[in-house]
């Protein structure tokens, strides 16, 4: 029967029950009969359950729906199941037998009390209104769900004519010219036009959008960006923003305009962060803007003054994104953009700045990457910046490899942390690594002292097997008024271990009154853990 | 035909009906072998009588099974469940998993279910036309051993309420299927029900006195307006509706309070509006404005189990989980406590912003929480003059607010268990419950003791709704049926099966004529309440609705539910279509169920739900849900 195995578990929980309110040897037929009537209770109960599961609305029984059924089946509530978490059921086995508990912290009243820390207040019930249509027609705001989904997007990017599809009108006409012609020239076929217009609303809109990211209010700018980065609609104008971007970063390159550059790049930003884009079909106008601004050899007009480093971090930042949402493993974007920032960092005459910005690059996509493709060059690369630092070189180079060496500082000793086994040897840092090799063995070493691992032991077995002994000594020490209660609350209702469990431990510091601690309600309880 | 009746009515006479009633005889594997050739009869049968007797499998096998239960063989009833449980119709498994718990004598008292097809007043009904009966009758009179155990069944359990006419064909056997204890049988809706409304309460003369006031209270500047311009206007207007509706019952049937002055300007108030008025038709959709509550689902500790908004649609109301409730202002106009009675008595009452000076300023918030229950609260309703809000809640009582003092003012408890729904008449005074004890009651806002019991659900009464003259109250249930009771009699005149399963709202037309209902089953079904008859199933949303709202002027019907849509359904268009068929009585309607052309447009909502909808006087939609 497929029920068998339930019913059996069924049999042994009867038999821990029964032992954790003092009845030892509970012979099978008993606990088969009572472990049947159970679930026949359980059954009815949770029908019940069900309904008011349905009257709050929600596609989900929760431990309140139950607490509930009881009461209307005149059964007290089992407290403090309220919670709103998964309840992590842990399993015990030990001494021939299995056990479910809920690991359950003890909590001390007084340090609650005098704690200062609370916990942090929920969050209230707040009323916010918005246009779900305006005359029929639903508005393209954050609010309303996306007027083209994702996947239509892609559907119309990779099969363009899908869109003249649902237009049956258009598609009609077009039908008839066709027919029409081809009476008069034969075995000619017209493909199609995807037409890509926009509307005059849609104008205003990418004008004032892409004058204030580039403008120079920072008012504006911002909430534009906000704009960018929330609003549903954009898809139709995605091709003329990217173009924008592109050609944007094309002329400011040239001239050197670091402001722009970074205006640019969070338009980028904003453009990534928006969910209801399909951004896949534009792919190949941002990535190059992207690696533009991260390696191009001058980006500033004063490159010694001018911060130019945060703007290819910026853009580092981006691209890592970039991989990260958009790699597959047909498109390969990753290995690609490694494959040639890497090969950027074999090059002996690249310019610093450049270099800077590949590794840069290559940082920001993760230890495997840094591994990878990193380590093996350190070498070289200090030995360029140690020609540069210790003999001569311009001024714009020296903060330049200054800035290379702060960088490898500061991202590769994790990575080398993790990859490389404790013993810290000065010589093998300094014959792997070269000039940077001592610098990155202090890093590495001071960051292994700094971390010392605390691993919280847990204990299941203890924790499980103690448990009903537990209950039944305290139950004799909080007298004999509680250990009635308890036992008639034992008797009415089916209960597992934990709420005994539970209100022993609340009875404890305040061993006088333990009637009142029992009908704690119980958001308080769950407030105290 | 009244001889007809008698004359089989040995056939299907009632016995006392109770446990014992299943006492048999029988071996068990009689039992699967009488059902195999039942089942075996049926399906060979011919296709005009099939889908009638089909009908039939789901009640004889709950009674065999019973059977098999309380005559201790358990493993034979688990085997027999098994075996045919299965094939029984969607919408009964549900039923079916109830009883399957069921497997040994002992247990058969404790079952809500099993009550139900006990007891001896309710039967499991199934309708068949005479040549069907007759042709059932062959088929059990042929002595042989298996058959006449199901004869005993039918003839100890069912009631088979037998009609003249053409058989019902198959799409129309389906429509009525789905009630917990079967079809409504036929003298059940033969009742008249005065579906008209009532007489509009003749305020003509005070318009013409009261215009002056009314241009200076209302503060909306029409001051360029013509007055005798607006005067005909007006007339017109009252004059549509004063006109006798011939269907509508007599005004003095129920005593209706009295129309107070502040009422009177307030419906002058309201005819002003509807003269603005959007039209919709399916070319002019309505604008929805969508209220989203933030921060109230499971995981927040309080969750939004209802949503109410005012008839003149200025207050928004939510019953929360954690037995309050929260009442926002939606328009500018914040909300303000009345001083208290010391305070009151130094006002002028002559004054002319006398309502003014009552209301303490300070006092003036967006948002007023009213405690009292001890329960999550399931349900609100405004009354029609603004000023009182009654609440219902798990803790089974009903409370009434005051909206002026913000303060309980009084508890009404009577129901047992949680009331799952409230709801104020739309002339005030009585308000109607129902909940959780299979009873839905009638009340006046000034006795602590119900004036109606309307008793006869088989499980949780679920939902209630006002006719709009208040001479009816429906209800909705779990048992899958829906029952129009007459407030004056306390009898149920109509019963409407066909869902398939709980209903979770209702709605009268604004013509009165005809009951819209809707729930867990996805549909929604248009009920035809003069004839009793099912005219129309929408089906289009994929989760279970909550809630239904018919445009004022009744031109557009709003649905929202469980799957964060609200769609729009072209219910002139539906309504016309039902009315130009001729009516026949004798025979049942076709149910139309084509809903592309009815159906206007769908919007859906970021990842809100749908608890709410309602219509402003001139047409625009607010709907609000929780954002889960």
């Known amino acids: 029967m497929s029920s068998s195995s339930g019913f059996l578990s069924a049999l042994d929980s009867m038999k821990i029950m029964a032992e954790s309110i003092g009845i030892s040897n509970l012979s099978d037929d008993a606990s088969r009969v009572l472990a049947e009537e159970v679930t026949f209770r359980l059954k009815l109960i949770l029908q019940e359950a069900n309904k008011f599961r349905g009257h709050s609305k ?18 007290e509530p089992l407290y403090g199941f309220t919670s709103n978490d998964h309840i992590p059921f842990r399993f015990a086995s030990g ?35 918005h246009w779900l249509s305006i005359e ?10 996306p007027p083209v989904s994702k996947d239509i997007q892609r559907q119309e990017s990779i099969d363009p004519a899908s869109a003249l599809k649902q237009n049956p009108e258009e598609l009609r006409t077009g039908h008839i010219e066709l027919e029409k012609r081809k009476k008069h020239v034969e075995m000619v076929r017209v ?45 139709q104008m995605l091709p003329r923003l990217c173009t924008f971007i592109l050609e944007g970063v094309k002329v400011n390159v040239v001239q050197n305009n670091l402001a722009l550059l970074i205006y640019l790049m969070r338009m980028v930003k904003a453009l990534l962060d928006n969910q209801t884009l399909y951004l896949e079909k534009y792919l190949h106008e941002l990535i190059p803007t992207v690696i533009t601004c991260i390696v191009s050899k001058q980006l500033c007009l004063r490159p010694d003054l001018d911060n130019h480093w945060a703007l290819r971090d910026f853009a580092s930042r981006l691209l890592a994104q970039i991989c990260k949402n958009f790699n597959t493993s047909t498109n390969n974007i990753q290995t690609r953009i490694t494959r040639l920032l890497s090969r950027a960092l074999d090059n002996d005459k690249l310019p610093l700045s450049s270099q800077y910005g590949a590794l840069s690059g290559l940082c920001e996509l993760g230890p495997e990457v840094q591994r990878a493709f990193i380590l093996k060059r350190l070498k070289a690369i200090g030995e360029r910046i140690r020609v540069i630092m210790e003999g001569g070189g311009s001024s714009v180079e020296k903060s330049a490899a200054e800035h290379i060496k702060n960088l490898i500082l500061r991202v590769l000793p994790a990575t080398i942390k993790a990859s490389r086994p404790p013993p810290d040897v000065l010589e093998d840092y300094r014959s792997e690594f070269g000039f940077l090799g001592s610098y990155l063995h202090t890093a590495v070493v001071r960051s292994r002292t700094a971390a010392n691992p605390v691993t919280p032991q847990t204990t299941n ?8 002994t537990f209950i039944s000594q305290t139950t004799h020490t909080a007298g004999p008024r509680a250990t009635i209660n308890l036992s008639s609350q034992v008797s009415k209702s089916i209960q597992l271990p934990r709420t005994g469990y539970k209100v022993v431990r609340l009875v404890q510091p305040n061993q006088s009154a333990p009637s009142t601690v029992l009908r704690t309600p119980s958001n308080e309880i769950r407030y105290l853990q | 035909m009244a001889d007809y009746e008698k004359s089989d009515n040995k056939f299907i006479s009632f016995s006392s009906n109770n446990l014992t009633s299943y006492k048999s005889e029988h071996e068990p594997r009689v039992y699967e072998e009488g059902y195999m050739n039942l089942y075996k009869f049926i399906d060979s049968s011919l296709d005009a009588y099939k889908y009638e007797l089909y009908t039939l499998n789901y009640p004889v096998f709950v009674h065999m099974y019973l059977e098999l239960v309380y005559n201790n063989h358990e493993d034979a009833a688990k085997k027999f469940m098994e075996k045919f449980g299965p094939h029984q119709e969607d919408f009964y498994q549900e039923d079916i998993k109830k009883l399957a718990i069921i497997t040994k004598p002992s247990q058969m008292k404790e079952s809500e279910i099993i009550d139900n097809f006990n007891n001896g007043q309710s039967r499991f009904t199934i309708r068949l036309s005479k040549d069907t009966f007759y042709y059932l009758k062959r088929y059990l009179q042929d002595s042989s051993k298996s058959t006449s155990i199901i004869q005993n069944v039918i003839q100890e359990h069912l009631s088979l309420d037998f ?25 059940a809706n033969k009742v008249k029900v005065y579906v008209g409304l009532l007489k509009e309460p003749d305020i003509n003369l005070s318009i013409l006195d009261d215009d002056g006031d009314d241009a200076a209270v209302d503060p909306s500047g029409e001051g360029g307006e013509k007055p005798k311009k607006k005067k005909s206007k007006r007339d017109t207007l009252l004059s549509k509706r004063a006109r006798n509706d011939p269907n509508a019952p007599p005004i003095t049937r129920i005593p209706l309070p009295e129309l107070r002055d502040a009422e009177k300007m307030d419906k002058i108030h309201r005819m002003r509006e509807a003269s603005k008025r959007l039209k919709l038709s399916s070319e002019t959709l309505p604008s929805i404005c969508f209220y989203t509550l933030l921060n109230a689902n499971v995981n927040n500790n309080i969750a939004v189990l209802c949503i109410e908004i005012s008839e003149d649609s200025a207050l928004l109301s939510a019953g929360l989980s954690d037995s309050t409730i929260k009442v926002w202002s939606l328009t500018p106009n914040k909300l303000k406590t009345m001083k208290s009675a010391q305070e009151l008595e130094l006002i002028d009452r002559e004054a002319d912003d006398v309502l003014v000076r009552m209301m303490n300023e300070k006092s003036a918030t967006d948002l007023k929480v009213l405690h009292g229950h001890s329960g999550p609260v399931y349900s609100l309703s405004f009354s029609p003059d603004r000023n009182l809000l009654l609440s219902c809640s798990e803790d089974s009582t009903i409370r009434l607010w005051s909206l002026q003092t913000w303060t309980n003012i009084c508890c009404y408890k009577g129901h047992c268990f949680p009331v799952w729904d409230v709801v104020f008449s739309p002339h005030g005074y009585y308000f109607a419950t129902c909940g959780h004890d299979r009873t839905a009651r009638l009340w006046a806002t000034d006795s602590h003791q119900p004036l109606r019991f309307f008793v006869g659900h088989f499980s949780d009464v679920d939902c209630i709704q006002f006719h709009p003259n208040s001479n009816y109250v429906a209800s909705g249930s779990t048992d899958r049926t829906i029952r129009v009771w007459d407030v004056l009699t306390g009898q149920c005149v109509r019963y409407f099966t066909g869902h398939k399963a709980k209903i979770y709202t209702l709605l009268f037309t604004t013509c009165g004529r005809y009951l819209i209902s809707a729930g867990e089953d996805k549909k929604i079904l248009v009920w035809d309440l003069s004839h009793g008859y099912l005219i129309a199933c929408l089906s289009g949303h994929t989760e279970t609705i909550y809630t239904l709202a018919i445009s004022r002027d009744g031109v557009m019907l709003a649905s929202g539910g469980a799957d964060d849509c609200i769609m729009l359904w072209d219910l002139a268009k539906l309504l016309d279509e039902a009315d130009s068929e001729d009516m026949n009585m004798s025979q049942t309607p076709t149910v139309r169920t084509n809903t592309d052309k009815i159906l206007l447009k769908t919007f859906k909502t970021k990842a809100t739900n749908v608890i709410s909808i309602h219509f402003t006087r001139r047409n625009l939609a607010l709907a609000a849900g929780v954002l889960h």
């Not at chain 1, 077995?461 to 009903?468: D, E, I, R």
């Open chain 1, 58 to 75: 929600r596609k989900k029984l929760i431990g309140c729906d139950i607490d509930n059924a009881l009461k209307i089946k005149n059964i």
């Open chain 1, 95 to 129: 001494g021939g037998r299995e056990l479910f508990f809920i690991d359950d912290k003890e909590v001390d009243l007084g340090e609650v009390i005098s704690s200062t820390i609370l916990p942090k207040l929920p969050q209230d019930l707040a009323l916010k209104a």
């Open chain 1, 136 to 145: 029929g027609i639903q508005p393209a705001i954050p609010e309303n769900p």
């Open chain 1, 191 to 235: 493909k199609q036009y995807a037409t890509h217009e926009l509307s005059v609303e849609q104008q205003l809109y990418y004008k004032e959008i892409t004058e204030a990211c580039v403008g120079s209010d920072e008012g504006r700018r911002s909430e534009a960006l906000q704009s960018l980065t929330y609003d549903s609609g954009l898809h």
């Open chain 1, 461 to 468: 077995q203890n924790l499980g097997t103690s448990h009903a």
């Open chain 2, 163 to 187: 009609y003249e006419g053409l058989t019902r064909n198959k799409q129309q056997v389906e429509a009525s299927l789905g009630g917990m204890m079967g079809e409504a049988p036929r003298d």
